[in-house]
T-cell receptor
Framework: GQQVMQIPQYQHVQEGEDFTTYCNSS?????IQWYKQRPGGHPVFLIQ?????EVKKQKRLTFQFGEAKKNSSLHITATQTTDVGTYFC?????????????FGQGTILTVHP | EPEVTQTPSHQVTQMGQEVILRCVPI?????FYWYRQILGQKVEFLVS????????KSEIFDDQFSVERPDGSNFTLKIRSTKLEDSAMYFC?????????????????FGEGSRLTVL
């Protein structure tokens, strides 16, 4: 079945440093979403990427979708303590916007002040 | 802002007992999901539900699991005979589900989760 791998599993940074998490799918995706889960919380949607090579920015966050639509990345510039949490990518293989989302293992980000 | 609500927030049960987890999805949403997350691990898909029937399920969702939407608002997950390994956080999620060409993303709105502890 479809697998979504995410690295690294953990990342510790000093406040102000950059952070990147990478996501790879075993199959071509129709779209990929990113979620953030604060400690003790539930996943909260950040963004969706649909097009090959797509790049989207949200303030200090930059999201990329690979040309082959099998990988993606999230980059945070100048991390802040509010960025702490687990970042998950989640991919859909089917061509709909309602099919199963397969989550990666997540990257746990710790930001030291 | 509309939100998905789940009850109970925490349930402790004995192995072999039946458990029902309840969810109230966002009212105009069409697709409903159950996911689970074992402590510190990935969010795992269990089942999706549309138009009063299961649209997709994972291999985790075996015969001990069932879902239903009994009254048009609640969406329940039943675990018939709980096992120790069923201990996890169970998340309900809902989605509006529009076509890819629309501005809707098919994003999932998650509830706060129900923590199930099987002893």
């Amino acid at each position: 079945g479809q697998q979504v791998m995410q690295i690294p599993q953990y990342q510790h940074v000093q406040e102000g440093e950059d952070f990147t998490t990478y996501c790879n799918s075993s199959t071509t995706l129709s779209n990929i979403q990113w979620y953030k889960q604060r400690p003790g919380g539930h996943p909260v949607f950040l963004i969706q990427l649909v097009k090959s090579g797509e790049v989207k920015k949200q303030k200090r966050l930059t999201f990329q979708f690979g040309e082959a639509k099998k990988n993606s990345s999230l980059h945070i510039t100048a991390t802040q303590t509010t960025d702490v949490g687990t970042y998950f990518c989640a991919g859909r293989a089917g061509g709909t916007s309602y099919g199963k989302l397969t989550f990666g293992q997540g990257t746990i980000l710790t930001v030291h002040p | 802002e509309p939100e998905v609500t789940q009850t109970p927030s925490h349930q402790v049960t004995q192995m072999g007992q039946e458990v029902i987890l309840r969810c109230v999805p966002i009212s105009n949403h069409l697709y409903f999901y159950w996911y689970r997350q074992i402590l510190g691990q990935k969010v795992e898909f269990l089942v999706s539900f549309y138009n009063n029937e299961i649209s997709e399920k994972s291999e985790i969702f075996d015969d001990q699991f069932s879902v239903e939407r009994p009254d048009g608002s609640n969406f329940t997950l039943k675990i018939r005979s709980t096992k120790l390994e069923d201990s996890a956080m169970y998340f309900c999620a809902s989605s509006e589900a529009r076509g890819l060409s629309s501005r809707r993303t098919g994003e999932l709105f998650f509830g706060e989760g129900s923590r199930l502890t099987v002893l």
